[in-house]
Every structure is written in C-alpha cells, then in structure tokens.
C-alpha cells in the first residue's frame, strides 16, 4: 500500500475516513458541512469544545442574519436557550444535517 | 522509491492528533507524541533471535473526575495494572515478527502484531481502543426505552464518553515488480455524547451512540525501476444501531443518523525521467444513503435513494531545471455530484405540521486548484521559494456560486550563519467570486447584507518568522512567531476581520553526558469581530472575541547515577485557555468566565536491576479547572432544560511501578 492509497482526496474525505455518520449524504445538509469541515472546525485547536472555531451563537451568527431570532442579541451566555446550554444547538442539534423528513431547520 | 507505509500504524499516528486534541483544547501541549521510532523499519538489522522488551506496571490512581482519565488512559480508580511489550522476532531466513502492546487494560491501548518477510510477504493484525471522556456528571431525568424517551421525576447522573473499539487485518505480497494488498478494518463506536431535543422547548439529551464502521481496502501496485502505477478499491460501510428517537407524547423528536455506504476507485501512477517526476490519480466514489425515513404526514417516499457520485484527479510534475533551480506544478480536480432525488416534505413550524412544503436541495460542488512554485538556490546558504496558488469552486444553490482564492507566496531559507536556520514565509492571499443572488430554495428571510465569511470576499496577510539556533553544541534555541491576518472588507453583516498570532520559544540543553534539560514557552491570540443587525437592515450590534493560549514547560533527565544504575527526571507543563466575548449594542458588555487551565506534573526513577531488567517509578498530577458562564445548572432556567454544568475542577494522581524486562 502507498501513501497515495492513505492519502484521502479531500478534507471531508479524510474526515469521513474516521466519522462515518457525518458522511451521508442526508436529506437536509447544512452547505457548509457538506463542502468543507474546517469551515468550522479548526484542526490546529481551539479554546472551544469540538475545535470549532467560534462557539454557538457567534458561530451561526457569522453566517446566519435572519429576520426573527438568528441575529437577535445575545448578551449573556448562561440566561435563556440563545445563550445558555448548547447555545442554538439546543434547538438545531443536527447541524451535520438532519435525515428527517421535516427536518429542514435542523432541529430533528 | 520507497512508498511503503502500513496502514495500521499510520491510522495510528494520525489517530493521535485529533485524538489528544480532542479534549479540550487546553491539553494540547500534552500530547505524548506516539514513538516515531517504535514504527521505523527495522528489517535492515540482521541480528536473528528475539529483541525487544516486555513490561508490566501496576499502581493506583486516585481521581474524582473521570476526565483525567483522558491524561491517565483509563478511568479505572485506585489499584490499575496495564502491560506494555515491544518485541521483534527474526530469524536466519529473513523471517520477522513483531508484537507491540501499549496499555493493555487500559481503555486506550492498542495491540499490534506483524509477520512476514521483507520482499514477500507481510501479515499486520491490530487492535485498538480509544476513549474519551467528557464529563462524568451530566443530569438527565429521561430513561431509554428502545426508541423512546421516557421521563422520570429525579434526575440522574450519567457519563459523556465515547469509545472505538476497532480491529485491522492487512495481508501484503510483494513478487518482483509486483505487489498486492488487502486490507480490512471494523470499528464499534459506543457512548453517549450530548445533543438536545425540542419537547417543544428544548431539552439537551446525552444521546447513545452505538455504530459500526467497517472498511476494506484492496490493492494491487506494479513498479518497474522509475515508475510506479497502483489500482485500489475502497469501500465503507455505516451502520449506526441506535434508533430515531420519540417521547410517550411527540413522535419523532430526532432522526439518528442514517447508515450509509461509500464506494472508491483510485488509480494512481508515478513517473521519474531524469530529473523530472510526475505523479497523477483519478479517483471515482460513489456514496450511498438509502435508509428507511420515518413515516409521517406529509413524507411521500419510504426510503430516499440518496446518492452523491464523486471524481477527484491529480497532476504533479516537479523538475530540476539545473543545479539551482527546481520547479513544479499541480493541478486538481474534484467534483461532488448530488445524485440524489428532490421530493417536497411538509415541515413544521414550531411543533405543528402546517403547509408549509419544502424541497431538499441536492448540492453540487466542484473544485479546482492550481499550484506554481519554484525553488531557487541563490548562494550557498541561501535558497528562496515562491508560489502562486488559485482555487476555484462552483457549488450550487448558493448565494454565492463561484468564489476564487488567489495565493503568492514566498518562502527564504537562510543557512548562511553558523549554527543559524532561519526561516521566513509570507503569504497574501485574496479571495473573490460571482455576484451575490438570493435564491429561492436558501432562506428567504436572511440580510441581504450578510456575506457568510467562507464565500466572502477576504485578504489574508500571513507572516511567519523562524529561528532554529545553536550556539554551543550542547544548547539549541528555537524562535518562532507567526501572524495572520483577514480582512472582510466587503462584509457589513457577518465575520469583519479575524487575527491569530502567536510566539513560541523552545530551549534544549544537554549539561553534561548524564544531564538534560529542556524549556518552552508559548502563547498565541486568535481575535475577531463580526457585525450583526436585529432591526433586520444595516449592523446594528458587534460582536468581538477575545482568544489566547498559554502554554509553558519544562523538564529535567538526570541520568547515570548510581554508576549508571539510577535515572531521574521529571516534567511540568502548565497551559491555559482563555476566551473573551465582548457584546456591543447600546454599551459593550463582557460575556462571563470562560477559561480552562491544567497543570501537569511528571516525575520518574528508573533503576536498572542488571543489564536486562529495569524498575521505574513514576508520579503524575494533574490539576484541571475549566469554567464556562454558558453552563446552566437544571434550576437555572425554566425555559428549557440542559445536562447541568459540566464543567471540571479536580486533582487527580497517579503512581505507578513498572518492571521491565530487555530480550
């Protein structure tokens, strides 16, 4: 075997090649999942848990600035379900993407 | 040529990386570099018979937290005991077999066994185990009923952490310019990891894992004296056995990650004609998701036939021009095509099915890089390198479908003082792309102003200095710093600007014959501001965040004491995280604590019984505190319900007697 073989094509490959079940394909993917991991995870470390590089909210909130809830204000972290807990996650836990049929916001 | 590396133990070593720096970040310095050394071919010696050592240790660990068990290896507490060999076996014919255990017992080890013969054959067999531990204390009221969640009145205590089992089986036969390999590995993953479900507020779960990744890879290479071609075929399957989850009251709460399958063929070449090398691979996957989908309303199909068609290719050719100039350049091709079916499914909006029908969206994304550099010897001691990179991709469904990054680079290595490497980079790099679009199927309600920063136009200054010295031959100095810089010039809502930069300095000192000593010390910031707007128009409030690193250590080896009986050492490392948030709407506010920081100390004595066998004492400590403001104990707040605070504040020691015994 050469370390062509080892050698994976892409970043999500090599990722897959350990995390299989963030491989799908699945019904709802979340477009940056699907085209780069280290558009929020960084390989090199990070204060946060999961090596991402920002955590939720202002993670989601440098991509998402919908009219309602995605681009309200945070103030502090540990008060409601915006801040507290996992952040938005608490609400849009598959944010790999989510195989359920109304699963299109990532909450289920 | 030599390509040969084996897989097992490479899955190993980079198993390591995002392993270690899997717990929290702060343990990153710590990592115990696996022992390059233990993997080097070793089939040039001659000697027959057997060599090696065996070990086996025992001691007792005292912890109240389970997350030391990720410095420790194991979450056992108080009396442990584990086994360690490194045994090499040959014999007068050029047979060889190898046996290599590390931990065993422990819930991260691995077991490696290898037999063959240099030129003709070689059979690996591998085990391997690796844990790792969130928290040990998370609450949760909800019990597991099959599928089901069923609460309960008292919460209970229960624990993140997830474990690999895996095993890898690899056969190799090698007859003159032939060579063919097959290879297959299965990996159990099992645990709990938290997520969270809407009840229809939210309630964080610890939710199971238990799946199974298997993979088989299977190979054949043929080489002649400057070119070598190889065809392989890779497949692997997903099977995650946990199920879709519901409560007694509200179906389907949560979708478990479907199984899936991935399919590649990879033929790949390599090609030497006097001072030029070419390389090149085409690549064809195929991936697979066809599980059933829950039945519900408003779902029209019982399983969705997903399937992505992939084709990756690669073109390396790199020539010496003259003694002085070397030059190359690639090129690469990746296309990921959404095969898979559209149907309209009925989504909800809050808890309720309404009429609202949505499409999935099947994206596409193709991409293609291109890289130029050269290589120039100026003078004796002096050599530049310089490149230009672009990369292009196209993905659809986008507001923005074509983006390009355009990268110089340069690179000057000077060797022209004694005892003095010195190496600096620089790096500006722009990125561009098609005009924005609001397109239908993505969300209709975002800021026409917000430019998600990894399709955002956006400069990237990066400089990087470093300084290897030795100024006596027993004293070594390293320096090095880096900066980077990106600017979003064009952003009004969204990430505006990011930095990271950082210092290290690393010192080395051999005393004496016996004694040795090494230093270091780090630190590195990572900043950066984004802009958002709660009156849905133009930014209205900023965000800024405040990252850095500290890493510091030393250490001492003492050894030939005791006419050379007696070794001594001992290790401390401190590093520390810290992350600062900065709110700014009306007035600025700071976000609460959010810091980790961890001490680690390691002492040692090693006495050699004789000349085979040896008794080493070892200490650790390991002090770790981590705080986080965002961490909700369950009587916070009614308004959803968390796994209480999990964050860590604990002493945990380890000793440890270890006899060993040379072959």
Not at chain 2, 323 to 346: A, C, H, K, T
Request: glycine fraction near 6%; aromatic fraction near 10%.
């Amino acid at each position: 075997m050469t370390e062509s073989a080892l050698n994976k094509p892409s970043i999500n490959d090599t990722c897959y090649s350990c995390h299989a079940e963030k491989r799908g394909p699945v019904l709802w993917e979340h477009a940056p999942v699907t085209e780069n991991c280290v558009t929020c995870h960084n390989p090199h470390g990070s204060v946060n848990e999961s090596m991402l590089t920002h955590r939720a909210p202002q993670l989601c909130q440098q991509c998402h600035a919908d009219d309602g809830h995605a681009s309200r204000v945070v103030q502090q972290p540990g008060v409601d379900a915006f801040g507290g807990g996992k952040s938005c996650l608490n609400c849009h836990s598959q944010i790999h993407g989510s195989n359920h049929p109304a699963g299109s916001t990532l909450q289920r | 040529m030599n390509f040969k590396l084996n897989i097992i133990t490479a899955s190993l070593l980079l198993a390591s990386a995002p392993v270690l720096s899997a717990n929290f970040a702060v343990s990153q310095a710590n990592i115990t570099q696996v022992d390059q050394q233990n993997y080097q071919c070793k089939r040039c010696e001659v000697n027959s018979g057997y060599r090696g050592n065996v070990s086996v240790a025992a001691g007792y660990i005292e912890s109240d937290d389970v997350h030391a068990a990720n410095a420790f290896g194991t979450d056992q507490d108080g009396f442990v005991a584990t086994a360690n060999a490194d045994v090499q076996y040959q014999n007068a014919d050029g047979y060889q077999a190898k046996f290599q255990t590390h931990q065993l017992g422990y819930e991260n080890s691995f077991a490696l066994m290898s037999a063959g013969k240099p030129g003709l054959f070689n059979i690996d067999a591998g085990y391997q185990l690796i844990t790792t531990y969130q928290s040990g204390d998370a609450q949760s009221n909800l019990y597991y009923d099959q599928g089901t969640l069923v609460g309960s009145t008292l919460p209970y205590a229960f624990e993140l952490s997830q474990q690999r089992e895996k095993m890898a089986l690899q056969a190799e036969v090698q007859h003159d310019m032939y060579q063919g390999y097959v290879q297959f590995d299965t990996e159990d993953k099992s645990g709990y990891t938290s997520s969270s479900v809407m009840n229809p507020s939210p309630v964080n779960i610890g939710l199971v894992v238990d799946s199974t990744t298997d993979s088989f890879t299977a190979g054949a290479i043929v080489n002649g004296a400057n070119w070598l071609t190889e065809l392989s075929y890779f497949v692997s399957q997903y099977d995650n056995n946990s199920q879709d989850l519901s409560f007694t009251y509200l179906d389907d709460v949560y979708a478990a990650a479907p199984d899936n399958e991935a399919h590649q063929v990879s033929l790949s070449g390599q090609y030497q004609l006097d001072s030029t090398v070419m390389s090149g691979r085409f690549i064809v996957g195929r991936m697979i998701q066809d599980d059933d989908l829950i039945s519900m309303n408003g779902n029209p199909i019982q399983n969705w036939d997903g399937e992505v068609d992939t084709t990756d290719a690669t073109l390396k050719v790199s020539s010496m021009l003259s003694n002085r100039l070397r030059v190359g350049g690639s090129y690469d091709y990746s296309n990921r095509e959404n095969n898979s079916s559209v149907f309209e499914f009925q989504q909800y909006t809050f808890n309720d099915l309404n009429d609202t029908f949505k499409e999935n969206i099947a994206t596409d994304i193709e991409r293609a890089t291109y890289k130029l550099n050269a290589k120039y010897r100026i003078s004796q001691g002096y050599r530049l390198q310089a490149g230009y990179d672009r990369e292009e991709i196209d993905r659809s469904y986008s507001v923005r479908e074509e983006t390009h990054d355009d990268t110089l680079w340069g690179k000057l290595s000077i060797r022209a003082i004694d005892n003095v490497i010195i190496d600096i980079k620089a790096e500006h790099s722009n990125r561009d792309g098609s005009t924005y679009q609001t397109d239908e199927l993505t969300s209709s309600e975002e800021n026409a102003l917000m430019r998600k920063y990894y399709l955002a136009n956006r400069t990237r200054n990066n400089v990087e200095l470093s300084i290897n010295h030795t100024p006596l031959n027993w004293l070594g100095v390293d320096i090095s710093a880096h900066y980077a810089k990106d600017d979003y010039d064009d952003t009004v809502i969204g990430l505006t600007e990011s930095e990271d930069y950082g210092v290290n300095l690393n010192l080395n000192a051999t005393v004496s014959k016996h004694v040795s000593l090494y230093g270091f010390a780090s630190q590195q910031w990572i900043n950066s501001a984004q802009a958002s707007s709660q009156s849905y128009s133009t930014a209205d409030w900023y965000t800024d965040v405040e990252d850095e690193f500290i890493n510091i250590g030393t250490g001492i080896h003492y050894g030939g004491l005791l006419q050379n009986k007696l070794t001594l050492g001992a290790d401390y490392l401190f590093s520390n995280s810290n992350s600062d948030t900065y709110i700014t709407s009306t007035g600025t506010t700071p976000y609460g604590d959010y810091y980790s920081y961890n001490h680690s100390v390691n002492m040692y004595a090693n006495y050699n019984l004789s000349n085979e066998m040896a008794l080493k004492l070892t200490y650790r400590y390991e002090r770790y505190y981590d705080t986080d403001d965002a961490q909700m104990s369950l009587d916070e707040t009614t308004s959803f319900i968390t796994l209480g605070e999990l964050n860590h504040n604990y002493s945990a020691h380890q000793v440890m007697l270890n006899f060993s015994y040379l072959l």
